[in-house]
């Protein structure tokens, strides 16, 4: 049983998931500069303001982990799953992510990043 608040383990997680976010997106802008396509800017610019709105939102995770004692850290990884040490005001806790929901998690959060920046 845990001992963090769902609210503060959604926030957590964000600090783990947001960064693959933005490495993903960055490796993809290098593929889309280097790529044949005609119109290059439309993905260029899509990719661009969605990394901002992303690091905008990770700031605001890290302040907010700085401000309430937290930390997360990648403590072992395999082929299957990947464990984070949870430090929350004082107390460890061990999770163990599967690493197919982790990149099944990744994606959902940049489809949700990019259909926000649609519905702007």
Excluded: C, W
């Excluded at 001992?3 to 964000?14: A, C, G, V, Y």
């Excluded at 690091?55 to 982990?65: A, G, I, R, S």
């Amino acid at each position: 049983m845990t001992r963090i608040p769902e609210e503060d383990r959604n926030i957590m997680e964000k600090a783990i998931y947001l960064p693959m976010v933005l490495i993903i997106l960055n490796r993809d802008l290098s593929i889309v500069e280097n790529s044949p396509f005609k119109l290059k800017k439309p993905y260029l610019e899509l990719i661009e303001e969605t990394m901002k709105m992303i690091q905008k939102d990770l700031t605001e995770v890290k302040q907010y982990m700085k401000k309430n004692n937290i930390q997360v850290m990648e403590t072992k990884r395999d082929d299957a799953f990947t464990m984070y040490m949870f430090l929350y005001k004082g107390y460890e806790e061990t999770h163990n992510y599967f690493n197919p929901r982790i990149r099944n998690k990744v994606q959902e959060i940049m489809e949700d990043y990019f259909l926000k920046h649609r519905s702007r």
